[in-house]
């Protein structure tokens, strides 16, 4: 069956750094288009990064772009994100997800990891 498994959450202080990781399984990685997705307390599920089957293209949202990026290594069924300068609205509970079209909504979503920006 498939299966998204992230990782890498943890408390980081304002301003550091933190790589998140996305281990799939259960399908053929490499023809997913795959994205990291945030939720925050009270807020809706939001698009933070996207990146294509090949890793050619990537999409951010305004409040990634200069501080996250995004990678993927489909030998390896995975995909990262890098994120730097991290503040504290960032504090979110990160998943990631696959998608067949590309920005469209997820079919499947991993359970998440918690990322807590705080000093």
């Known amino acids: 069956q498939v299966q998204l498994v992230e990782s890498g959450g943890t408390l980081v202080q304002p301003g550091g750094s933190l790589r998140l990781s996305c281990v799939a399984s259960g399908f053929t990685f490499e023809t997913y288009h795959m994205g990291w997705y945030r939720q925050a307390p009270g807020k809706e599920r939001e698009l933070v990064a996207a990146?294509?089957?090949?890793?050619?293209?990537?999409e951010y949202a305004d409040s990634a772009k200069d501080r996250f990026i995004i990678s993927r290594e489909n030998e390896k069924n995975t995909v990262f994100l890098q994120m730097h300068n991290l503040q504290p609205e960032d504090t979110a509970v990160y998943y990631c997800?696959?998608?067949?079209?590309?920005?469209?909504?997820?079919?499947?979503w991993g359970n998440g990891t918690l990322v807590t920006v705080s000093s």
């Open positions: 990146i294509t089957t090949t890793g050619g293209s990537t």
């Open positions: 997800g696959r998608s067949y079209l590309w920005l469209r909504r997820p079919d499947y």
